[in-house]
């Protein structure tokens, strides 16, 4: 059975950085690409980017290129997503989802992990 | 970027009732287009991919149709469990984007 389960909730101040992690189990990590969704609150769901956890290779959504960095372990099987130069704008759950290729639904989510940007 | 309009943002409706919600896309996606059901403080959860393909483990009662800029999910028969916010994705092209999401809630 997939489950990606999510490192708990942050507070940062504005200027910071944040890192996410997602373990991933039930399935082969570098068989499918993790995306990384986010969610500001009482608002609609945010595309950030993908990891191939096989190569290692990324692509990020515009609007977080130069901000973002996304990494994976695989001998943990955890992937990573790192966000800097937090403004209280980011404050949002960001989920991991799995992908089967770069362009393609999320077929399985993690739980969400809450960050809160607030000085 | 494509931009995803759903529509209405808001529907009342009550156990047992057809529900349609629509999903417009700026751009053509073919039929790269998923549908989401989220329930409050939970993760979203795939319904439908390529338009009209239910995921596994999705109740029948979901359906999905359309192509190129025009979607559509139907739920035919409302249950309890299916009042939620659904949200359509299109996966044609980068960046992936979703549509503001349609709130189902009891009339």
């Known amino acids: 059975q997939v489950h990606l389960v999510q490192s708990g909730a942050e507070v940062k101040k504005p200027g910071a950085s944040v890192k996410v992690s997602c373990k991933a189990s039930?399935?082969?990590?570098?068989?499918?690409?993790m995306h990384w969704v986010r969610q500001a609150p009482g608002q609609g769901l945010e595309w950030m980017g993908w990891i191939n956890p096989n190569s290692g290779g990324t692509m990020f959504a515009p609007k977080f290129q130069g901000r973002v960095t996304m990494t994976r372990d695989t001998s943990m099987t955890t992937a990573y997503m790192e966000l800097s130069r937090l403004s209280s704008d980011d404050t949002a759950v960001y989920y991991c989802?799995?992908?089967?290729?770069?362009?393609?639904?999320?077929?399985?989510w993690g739980q969400g992990t809450l960050v809160t940007v607030s000085s | 970027d494509i931009q995803m309009t759903q529509s209405p943002s808001t529907l009342p409706a009550s156990v047992g009732d057809r529900v349609t919600i629509s999903c417009r896309a700026s751009r053509g996606v073919s039929n790269w287009l998923a549908w989401y059901q989220q329930v409050p403080g939970t993760a979203p959860k795939l319904l439908i991919s390529d338009a009209s393909t239910l995921h596994s483990g999705v109740p029948s009662r979901f359906s999905g149709s359309g192509s190129g800029t025009e979607f559509t999910l139907t739920i035919s028969t409302l249950q309890p469990d299916d009042f939620a916010t659904y949200y359509c994705?299109?996966?044609?092209?980068?960046?992936?984007?979703f549509g503001g999401g349609t709130k189902v809630e009891i009339k």
């Open positions: 994705q299109q996966y044609f092209t980068f960046p992936l984007t």
């Open positions: 039930g399935y082969t990590f570098t068989g499918h690409y």
């Open positions: 989802t799995r992908g089967r290729q770069q362009q393609a639904p999320s077929d399985h």
